[in-house]
């Protein structure tokens, strides 16, 4: 298994003054650029450090929130492309629907790759339905302009010989020819994040890495909609490194303070649903389909803990979180078991992108997380033997 | 008619294509044109009157169209995307759904058409009447959006998609009420088409919002009798905007609807009628 450390990068000084929407629309006289600049610093340093540790990095970025600070995934990216020395960077992603120019994200990605030496892992999102008043790309049809893109930057990476056309849809360039192209050949792997069954199957069928945000004990049905996917192109049953997992990690020698700590990171959870309601749902971000259900006041599928029972995360306990899979806390024996558990759950996942930092936790305590985690619960992870699914789990 | 016309088979018969479990009822019907299917309510002989929905859709029940019935033909269909009318999926801009009308004008052979719109129904009549008015006799825009007026920070149209149901139908409605809608207790069906008419608008009037940056420049082409109707309550544009439309056009006149705000033909559908069928009947 590989684990890849995350934060948001958030900003929580802004969080107890936020009149009912952290994104979108919290004026940014809310952030103070002194303050910002010693959390960019802080995450780097803690990013720096899961290099040393023998952890990979996982890279994202939203908009106009103090959530997420990052706004320019190319920033970090670009920093730490310099200056780790072996951990993956994967970048989970970039919102290549929302972009005005996949000709600049095929150069900006390609860079990256070669700076780093082959180091890249390449998300591609659709990102969360908040970002589309700050893009203002239209949402409706987000997904044919999203495949386009994909297709315009596979085609930029792997276009050797010079110049080619593209008129597109949605994209118009003449003389395409990227200066340098990728170190990794033919490509960097592709990733992308789903929460839907019928996108599941479509990445299952292009075989990229597919990770899923927090779906605890409801993630299988997802999972084996990517094998159904997978499969229908004639391939074998899809290894554990096809699938990859968001889940909060909290570790430490003491169950209490690891709960502690649980807690501290639990914020995340508890901020990111924070916005004006119209921001919420954009026209065409869901189906027609799925509106019509939400106008008739049949909710959208929850998350669930082991037992089938539907938990709220945004304000549920850290013992729910940790029955839910969401987050994994306790000892190191505790969490290595509680991954274990989850990975067998899933019929094999062997990425996980752990939120080693999330909400108001100290660096002094990201950084102690974060070795102890290294220390005590990878090398085991590391040695374990995943299972790889064949069929879909009984229901 | 027009070889190119495909008219649902009979009025009760088999419907067309991807609709083909709906039923067809009374003056409602599916037609083809140029291979898109839309729904179209026929109401009432006469003249021929097109009338062009706004964003939330028209309803064959909708009272208006019953009062515009007793003086002229009333024609309204559902743009492709609303109500249960096809999408081609190649159609993305009002600039598309004016060359559709002026297609489905010819394929239904109308001719001196009183062509009246409503706030995106307003923008489409506008940019089909720039491109040519050889089908019509006259044009009412009601409460009309599609043109930019204020210079690039300020904001002409209310931003309808960062409001909530309550923020929009108090700058929509001269009474809030009229707007809101008890989902749950509708049939599945009505609500599906209140879902497509959402994604529709968005689909064709997301960015540049709710206008053409060009139209304004295009509007002194338009030299047929033209009114501009008001709903003297509508906050989603002001009466300024409304006027600086008008202003635009050559001749045309400006009349205010009381006790109405963006959509005049929803909260006083029988004095809308009214002033429309006298500015049509007009010598």
């Known amino acids: 298994m590989r684990v890849y450390q995350f934060t948001e990068q958030p900003y929580p000084p802004a969080w107890d003054d936020h009149n009912g929407s952290l994104r979108v629309n919290l004026p940014n006289r809310k952030v103070d650029p002194r303050i910002a600049a010693d959390l960019f610093h802080r995450y780097y340093d803690e990013w720096l450090l899961a290099d040393e540790l023998g952890l990979d990095i996982m890279i994202n970025e939203h908009h106009q929130t103090a959530t997420c600070m990052c706004a320019a995934a190319i920033v970090p990216l670009s920093i730490l492309a ?133 779906t605890g004990y409801s993630t299988r049905v997802l999972y084996d909609a990517y094998r159904e996917g997978y499969v229908s192109k004639g391939r074998k049953a899809p290894a554990a490194d096809r699938f990859a997992y968001l889940g909060l990690v909290a570790v430490a020698h003491d169950e209490a303070e690891a709960h502690r700590r649980g807690d501290l990171v639990a914020g995340y959870l508890r901020t990111g649903a924070i916005v004006h309601v119209p921001f919420r749902n954009p026209p065409g971000f869901l189906s027609v389909e799925d509106n019509t259900r939400l106008l008739k006041g049949q909710s959208p599928p929850r998350t669930r803990a082991k037992d089938g029972r539907v938990v709220d995360m945004r304000a549920c306990s850290v013992q729910d979180l940790i029955e839910a899979g969401v987050l994994f806390c306790g000892t190191p024996d505790q969490v290595y078991q509680q991954i274990v558990e989850f990975c067998e759950y899933c019929g094999g996942m062997g990425n996980l992108l752990m939120m080693g930092h999330g909400g108001r936790l100290s660096h002094d305590d990201t950084a102690d997380n974060l070795t102890l985690f290294a220390r005590e619960v990878l090398p085991r992870l590391q040695e374990y033997k995943q299972p790889v699914a064949e069929a879909p789990a009984a229901a | 008619m027009d070889a190119r016309v495909k008219p649902a088979p009979a009025k009760s018969a088999q419907p067309v294509r991807r609709f083909a479990r709906m039923n067809v009822i009374a003056d409602t019907s599916m037609i083809a044109v140029e291979g898109v299917n839309v729904e179209v309510v026929e109401r009432g002989s006469g003249s021929p009157l097109l009338f062009l929905h706004p964003g939330i859709g028209i309803e064959r029940t909708a009272p208006v169209l019953d009062h515009l019935a007793r003086g002229v033909r009333v024609i309204a269909p559902s743009h492709p995307g609303f109500g249960r009318s096809e999408l081609p999926r190649w159609m993305n801009s009002v600039d598309d759904l004016s060359y559709f009308y002026l297609d489905l004008m010819e394929a239904l052979d109308l001719r001196d058409v009183t062509l009246v719109g409503v706030s995106l129904g307003g923008w489409i009549a506008a940019a089909i009447a720039v491109k040519s008015t050889a089908r019509l006799a006259r044009l009412v825009l009601a409460n009309p959006l599609g043109i930019k007026v204020g210079d690039r920070e300020t904001r002409d149209i209310a931003d309808i998609f960062a409001l909530t149901d309550d923020e929009l139908n108090a700058l929509t409605y001269f009474d809030p009420k009229v707007g809101q809608r008890d989902y749950k207790a509708m049939a599945d069906a009505d609500v599906m088409v209140a879902a497509r008419n959402r994604e529709a608008l968005a689909r064709f009037a997301w960015s540049p919002f709710m206008h053409d940056p060009k139209l304004k420049h295009r509007l002194h082409r338009i030299r047929i009798p033209t009114l501009i109707l008001w709903g003297a309550a509508d906050r989603i544009a002001s009466e300024a905007y409304g006027r600086a439309y008008g202003a635009a056009i050559p001749g045309a006149r400006f009349e205010t609807i009381e006790r109405a705000g963006h959509f005049p033909h929803v909260e006083q559908p029988e004095l809308f009628a009214q002033r429309v069928l006298a500015f049509a009947a007009a010598p």
């Open chain 1, 82 to 214: 310099r200056q780790t020395r072996r951990a993956r960077l994967l970048v989970l992603g970039y919102p290549i629907g929302h972009r005005p120019d996949p000709l600049r994200c095929a150069e900006e990605l390609s860079t990256i790759d070669v700076v780093s030496r082959g180091r890249l892992d390449m998300g591609f999102i659709k990102g969360v339905p908040y970002e589309f008043p700050c893009s203002n790309q239209n949402p409706v049809g987000v997904m044919d302009r999203f495949w386009e893109a994909h297709d315009f930057i596979l085609k930029a990476m792997t276009t050797q010989d010079g110049p080619f056309n593209w008129e597109g849809e949605f994209f118009h360039y003449r003389q395409v020819n990227i200066w340098p192209r990728p170190w990794q050949q033919p490509h960097p792997p592709i990733w992308s994040t789903t929460g839907s069954r019928n996108n599941a199957r479509v990445l299952g069928e292009r075989g990229y890495v597919m990770a899923t945000l927090g």
